[in-house]
């Protein structure tokens, strides 16, 4: 599928949730009038992206404390949101459309909230039955986003529900396949599995991002839209050479985080000192 046909297929699913500056006509004499009207409109949308991020900011909170066993530092939602937007512009999608995969994709897992601790923190694999619960984590979360009565949630919602979907129609909740899993689910879904595998967890250390890049190939139409796949193979090694530290460029929104470091002396907290309460399995 190529940009154009991608961009079509994102706007179809959220057309009605972004709004859009609309053109002014020009004619003779009306030109400062227009130009004034469109400043005016650009003044207007900032604003309101300015309030939806304060909207947002809150769920932020409940989506980082869903991911205190998983995540000390608080910095995997804001890694993910980032690079699954930077996915979605190098594939042609519109600014805003990426805006908002930025600020929905970071809110993917905040449906862990309704897991019960006793499997969150269970060591060692759970049982077929546990392993249902868990995976309800995706449609707890859709639901919780349903709530949060931020329309530009639609995308957030159908991230939170798809992310666990698979190519081939294995993944979970719904067996979506191929095209049908949502463009925005599926660019989070190659950031979600990167950042996991690139960053120690309690339950596993962190891989070389070549080693992680060979698990996504190998994973290429089969978890992995194969087209997004090969643009994601190329784009996380440039980005590398342009930027340097990755973790420090996609993590920049989580450095003016005000509660991340409140959440990091909570995980040390919560781990304390004995080592049992520190292997949990990676619950991919």
């Not at 079509?8 to 030109?31: C, D, N, R, T, W």
């Not at 090969?230 to 440039?238: A, Q, W």
Request: aromatic fraction near 4%; charged fraction near 30%; hydrophobic fraction near 40%.
């Amino acid at each position: 599928m190529n940009r154009e046909a991608k961009a079509a297929q994102v706007l179809l699913h959220h057309g009605q949730y972004i709004k859009k500056v609309e053109l002014p006509v020009f004619g003779p004499g009306s030109i400062d009038v227009a130009m004034a009207n469109q400043r005016g409109k650009l003044r207007i949308q900032l604003g309101e992206r300015e309030l939806m991020r304060n909207r947002i900011l809150l769920l932020e909170q409940q989506s980082v404390a869903a991911e205190l066993h998983d995540d000390t530092t608080g910095e995997h939602c804001y890694r993910v949101g980032r690079l699954a937007s930077i996915l979605g512009k190098e594939i042609g999608l519109e600014d805003d459309v990426c805006f908002l995969i930025d600020l929905a994709a970071r809110l993917h897992d905040i449906g862990k909230l309704v897991v019960p601790d006793a499997i969150l923190l269970k060591p060692g694999k759970l049982t077929p039955g546990e392993r249902e619960i868990m995976q309800t984590h995706t449609t707890a979360g859709a639901d919780i986003l349903a709530q949060s009565n931020v329309p530009q949630m639609h995308i957030a919602e159908e991230i939170a529900r798809h992310h666990h979907e698979r190519w081939d129609g294995n993944g979970y909740p719904t067996k979506l396949a191929g095209t049908a899993i949502p463009i925005a689910a599926r660019v989070s879904a190659l950031a979600d599995v990167f950042d996991a595998l690139t960053h120690k967890r309690p339950y596993k250390e962190a891989w070389k991002v070549s080693d992680a890049l060979a698990e996504i190939a190998s994973l290429r139409g089969k978890q992995f839209d194969p087209e997004l796949t090969d643009i994601f193979l190329e784009l996380v090694p440039r980005l590398q050479r342009e930027h340097g530290d990755l973790d420090e460029f996609l993590a920049v929104e989580a450095k003016n985080s005000p509660f991340i470091k409140a959440r990091k002396q909570i995980a040390e907290a919560l781990k304390g000192t004995d080592p049992e309460t520190t292997l949990f399995e990676m619950r991919r």
